[in-house]
């Protein structure tokens, strides 16, 4: 089993910047793939974002925009977004999978970090 922690989450503008991280326990962190999905107010949770062994995928909404990678030897995953947006605004989760090549990883969640983006 692994935990999950989020961090990073705040008010920033739209336009703006801001990194999330994911700190990860257990020492079997490599062998998950890894994922931030978001929820925005009134609205189903969504896929943003994952990185497996052998890819990263993107969300169309996000993509060119944000930037998925991680930290082998910290045991963290982050979440680089760019030019944000009003609708980007959510609260966003960090998951892990068993698969580790799967693009979808759900097995394992974080408690969540709530991002806002001012107009």
């Known amino acids: 089993q692994v935990q999950l922690v989020e961090s990073g989450g705040r008010l920033v503008q739209a336009g703006g910047s801001l990194r999330l991280s994911c700190a990860a326990s257990?020492?079997?962190?490599?062998?998950?793939?890894m994922g931030w999905f978001r929820r925005a107010p009134g609205k189903e949770r969504e896929f943003v974002a994952s990185?497996?062994?052998?890819?990263?995928y993107y969300a169309d909404s996000v993509k060119g925009r944000f930037t998925i990678s991680r930290d082998y030897a910290k045991n963290t995953m982050y979440l680089e977004m760019n030019s944000l947006k009003p609708e980007d605004t959510a609260v966003y989760y960090c998951?892990?999978?068993?698969?580790?090549?799967?693009?979808?990883?759900?097995?394992?969640w974080g408690q969540g970090t709530q991002v806002t983006v001012s107009s």
């Open positions: 990185v497996s062994w052998s890819a990263t």
């Open positions: 257990g020492r079997t962190f490599s062998s998950y793939a």
């Open positions: 998951a892990a999978g068993k698969d580790p090549y799967g693009n979808l990883p759900t097995d394992y």
